[in-house]
């Protein structure tokens, strides 16, 4: 069975702070690894599709990375607007498994 | 705007009731999805559909119905309410894969809060 495993489930960082969230994954035959942000409210916005491992993928403060296990965002010198939910989601031969995402909150 | 619209932005229905939760996109995409999100459960897909005319179950299909009679629409049909059905709904698209990348991004629309009493 595919598994999406996120961590931290919660994060609190102060502004400029720079952290990394994981994403673990367990699927047959990755053919994708998505990064989404969601706002209390709202639907997922996408913001990364890596497809390889050793692939890289930036986007302002943001940065993905992929292994054959794991990815991870990275987020670079945090101002208060990138608070929100993260979430991951892996794709192998079944269907997209998303992980229950971690809680960013990024005090000024 | 491009983009995908779901309506209602929320309801609140009596068990027994039905209801269908409508979903349209303007982006052309072969692919659409049906999931719910619940807090400490994260997204379950419900149901998709990889093309017009067609459709599959997901992960929580019970209780779930839908139809895909062109590219553009997809409702989702709860044919007789149940309280457990209480969740925000997120319908998605998605283009159809090619060689060079088989399995494309989802683009999600902002979502149905329905609550069942």
Redesign the interface.
Known sequence: EDQVTQSPEALRLQEGESSSLNCSYTVSGL??L?W?RQDP??????LF?L?SAGEEKEKERLKATLTKKESFLHITAPKPEDSATY?C?A?GYS??T????TMLLVSP | IAG?TQAPTSQILAAGRRMTLRCTQDMRHNAMYWYRQDL??????IH?SNTAGTTGK??VPDGYSVSRANTDDFPLTLASAVPSQTSVY?C?SSEAGTSG???????????TRLTVL
């Open positions: 053919r994708g998505f989404y409210g709202k639907g997922p916005e996408f599709t497809y979430l989601a794709k269907t997209l998303f992980g229950k995402g | 995908i400490g459960l994260g997204l379950r897909l998709y997901g992960e997120f998605a990348r088989p399995y494309n991004e989802q683009f999600f629309g902002p979502g």
